[in-house]
Structures are given as C-alpha cells and as structure tokens.
C-alpha cells in the first residue's frame, strides 16, 4: 500500500509539475512524511528530485548559461547547505506540544511545524496569483539565490523562489530552463551531502525500491504530463494541489501525520 501510494503520487506530482508552477518535491515531501520522519521524508524526496533533474540535465544542459549558474549558483549552494543543517538541527528538538483526541495522543514537533507552515505558504501563493507579483531586480539576484537555496535545503521548496528571480535575466526559455535545472542540481548535491548521515543512520536506504519506484514513475508522469499538457486548465491544476496541499500541511503541522 505504502508503496503504491508513493508511485502514484510521484507520477502525478511530476505531471502537474509541467503546468501547475508546482515542484515535484512540494507535493511528494507531504506523502513520503506519511510513512518517515519529516527530515527524512525531505530527504528521500531530494533523492527523487536529484535523479529528476539529471534526467533534464542530459536533455538540456547545453542550453545553461554558465555566468548566470555562478553567480545565483553559489549563493544557492550556500543557503542549501545553512538550510540543510538547520533541518538536521531541528529534528533532535523534541515536541513543543502534546494533545489527545478521542483517546489518541499526538505531539508537535518544532520541525514539522516549520515545514507545515512552508508548505502552506507556497499552496497559498499558487491559490491567490496577487501573492506572486513582486519582481525582484538583477541587483538582487544573489541574494535571491541564496534565499531560494535556503528553502531547497530547509525543506525541498526551491523552485518557484528560483524562477522568479532567473526570469528577470531575461534568457530565452531553453536557457532559463536549462540553467535552473543546472542550479538545482547543485543544490540538490549539497543537501543529500548533508542529509546522507541521517538517511544511513535511519537506515530510510533500506527502502530503495521505493525510491527507484518513485523515480521511475516520475519520468513517466512527465511523459504523460507532456502529452496532456494542452488538456488541462492551469489554474484549476494550482488551485486544487494548493487546496490538498493545505490540507496535508494542516495535518503536518498538527501531528497527525
């Protein structure tokens, strides 16, 4: 069961991802925390997204413009690596809160608050498109490559954070494609870095062929995302995810996931 849920889940998160502004790991981390521990439900997801973006890498990777990969880059890198340790670091606080309901008891973890609130905030943004209208200037793209690496550390949450600073370099969409992909690819390599510790010492890697799974139904939800992609209204793709996913974060933040 468990791992039925994962596979589908991955396929759908990966085909909507195509035209919903969603990432693959803003919807996966959610169903993965059903079954681990948040920080390795991250983690596992990051696995998934890593092996993701190198399958887009060999498709488009000679499309990246390697100045602009530096210098958002490299600040990426270093707020994946601050945002990846305070994840580690978070998840050895023990329960704020404790409640019962109906005779179950359930705790509130200072980690899975933060990351129910993220997860909450970026659904919202999706759902109300006003929330999306800053535009950041070219003088504060480092900064926005350290903020968006930040959140890719802390709890996966990169992608939309990325595009709305890269987009103001003003590539072509085969470059602004290819060189997010690039940058995300080492975030991606910084955090699972850091995060390898806790998933062999969890022993989560026992559960491999989950992972392959959801890899593999990844690359054929894109496939079948690709095809029905002129199908689908966008907006009731974003609306709908944002309203589960609020849901799942709600749940996330109250222990009962």
Excluded at 32 to 59: D, Q
Excluded at 103 to 114: D, S
Excluded at 143 to 162: D, K, T, V, Y
Excluded at 241 to 252: C, E
């Amino acid at each position: 069961m468990e791992l039925t849920i994962i596979i589908i889940t991955s396929a759908v998160a990966s085909l909507v991802t195509l035209f919903s502004g969603f990432g693959l790991g803003t919807i996966l981390t959610p169903v993965f925390a059903l079954f681990f521990p948040i920080e390795i439900a991250i983690a596992l997801t990051g696995v998934v997204h890593f092996f993701n973006n190198i399958f887009k890498l060999g498709l488009l990777g000679k499309f990246a413009e390697w100045k602009v990969v530096l210098q958002f880059g490299i600040p990426s890198v270093i707020g994946a690596f601050i945002g990846a340790q305070l994840l580690l670091s978070l998840s050895e606080f023990r329960p704020i809160a404790s409640y019962e309901i109906a005779g179950h008891e359930f705790f509130i973890h200072p980690v899975k608050l933060l990351i129910a609130t993220l997860i909450f905030l970026f659904a919202l943004i999706e759902i109300f498109p006003s929330l999306q209208s800053f535009t950041p200037s070219q003088r504060s793209l480092p900064f926005g490559g350290l903020i968006s690496g930040f959140f890719g550390g802390l709890s996966g949450h990169q992608g939309a954070l990325r595009s709305a600073f890269l987009i103001q370099y003003g590539m072509t969409k085969e470059h602004f494609i290819a060189t997010g992909v690039v940058i995300a690819c080492c975030v991606d390599i910084t955090r699972l870095s850091l995060y390898s510790t806790r998933l062999l010492s969890s022993n989560a890697l026992d559960h491999w062929e989950v992972v392959l799974a959801a890899i593999l139904s990844a690359f054929a939800g894109a496939y079948a995302g690709n095809v029905l992609v002129k199908k689908v209204t966008v907006r009731f793709v974003q609306r709908t995810v944002a309203a589960l996913l609020m849901l799942i974060a709600v749940g996330l933040g109250l222990g009962w996931i």
